[in-house]
T-cell receptor, first 114, second 114 residues
Framework: AQSVAQPEDQVNVAEGNPLTVKCTYSVSGNPYLFWYVQYPNRGLQFLLKYITGDNLVKGSYGFEAEFNKSQTSFHLKKPSALVSDSALYFCAVRDGGGTYKYIFGTGTRLKVLA | DTAVSQTPKYLVTQMGNDKSIKCEQNLGHDTMYWYKQDSKKFLKIMFSYNNKELIINETVPNRFSPKSPDKAHLNLHINSLELGDSAVYFC?????????????FGPGTRLTVL
């Protein structure tokens, strides 16, 4: 069965500092991995994805994520956080073996302090 | 030219009523989804349609009935509304396969059952 874990409910970071939001996954086949961001009272917005290729994926707003197969992780990173990055971040996984089902993590609230 | 739109944005109703939420996408995608986001912000898939065919039905009470009149529309009808149905419902769409797979979300419908 597919699963996604986001171990931190909340991450606090000072503006200008690097940030990491953690995600680990479990799928039976090749993982398709995604990060989404949700601002208050809005829908989810796509940030980046890994399907195949280079393990380091770059996405919107300066975010990047590294696929680590041995650790089954797909942590979201940004070198220098902005106050405007404060939002709820979701990691999601789909089994590339053919299922259409996406499983979302429980979300991590990122708070960037000025 | 909103990619995924939902109506209504807010829905307040009494227990026992029947209500519908509509979703439309203009992205040419072949797969559409309904998700429920509860008060703790957990996001859970409810249904998915691929080319108008139901492919995912996640142990949702049969009071919930999705309908897909065509590939661009996926509506959600809820009978005999209960207090526990209060949540934000998100519609999403994607083109599955071919290295795309990114889901695009609508703005959400906040349902409040009194």
């Amino acid at each position: 069965a597919q699963s996604v874990a986001q171990p931190e409910d909340q991450v606090n970071v000072a503006e200008g500092n690097p940030l990491t939001v953690k995600c680990t996954y479990s799928v039976s086949g090749n993982p398709y991995l995604f990060w989404y961001v949700q601002y208050p009272n809005r829908g989810l917005q796509f940030l980046l994805k890994y399907i195949t290729g280079d393990n380091l994926v770059k996405g919107s707003y300066g975010f990047e994520a590294e696929f680590n197969k041995s650790q089954t992780s797909f942590h979201l990173k940004k070198p220098s956080a902005l106050v405007s990055d404060s939002a709820l971040y979701f990691c999601a996984v789909r089994d590339g073996g053919g299922t259409y089902k996406y499983i979302f993590g429980t979300g991590t609230r990122l708070k960037v302090l000025a | 030219d909103t990619a995924v739109s939902q109506t209504p944005k807010y829905l307040v109703t009494q227990m026992g009523n029947d209500k519908s939420i509509k979703c439309e996408q203009n992205l040419g995608h072949d797969t559409m989804y309904w998700y429920k986001q509860d008060s703790k912000k957990f996001l859970k898939i409810m249904f998915s349609y691929n080319n108008k065919e139901l492919i995912i039905n996640e142990t949702v009470p049969n009071r919930f009935s999705p309908k897909s009149p065509d590939k661009a529309h996926l509506n959600l009808h809820i009978n005999s509304l209960e207090l526990g149905d209060s949540a934000v419902y998100f519609c999403a769409s994607s083109r599955v396969g071919g290295g795309t797979d990114t889901q695009y979300f609508g703005p959400g419908t906040r349902l409040t059952v009194l």
